[in-house]
């Protein structure tokens, strides 16, 4: 969510619409997971929320300032991989698909 809002998790985990997108990333990721054979603790998708919501406010993660400031990511092997699996098994990835689609014009331009 950081890479997409450009903004810090104490800016974006309380704004109404940028948690529903994250709280569906984070099931989207949990379900394909689970379709792969990952076996999850029943309340990952709460414990995971629950630990944004604890981090300092301040935090913005690695690939978001890989992305700032032009450089490769994670992209590939924290996005793409999700929604490439999710694909391969028929779990529908909406939220990490367009998060990928946005993020990917940079991350081709990072890496020419």
Do not use: C, W
């Not at 603790?41 to 690695?62: H, M, N, Q, R, Y």
């Not at 700032?68 to 793409?80: P, T």
Request: positive net charge; aromatic residues 2%; without cysteine.
């Amino acid at each position: 969510m950081g890479a997409l809002t450009r903004v810090t998790m104490g800016e974006y985990r309380g704004v109404r619409e940028a948690r529903a997108a994250l709280t569906e990333a984070i099931n989207e990721v949990a379900t394909v997971a689970k379709a792969t054979g990952v076996t999850l603790a029943p309340d990952v998708v709460d414990a995971t929320l629950k630990f944004i919501d604890e981090s300092a406010p301040g935090i913005k993660p690695s690939m978001q300032r890989d992305i700032e400031a032009g450089r490769m990511s994670e992209l590939e092997s924290m996005i793409g991989i999700v929604v490439r699996l999710g694909t391969k098994h028929g779990v529908p990835t909406p939220v990490m698909r367009l998060a990928y689609a946005a993020l990917k014009p940079g991350e081709l331009k990072a890496r020419a």
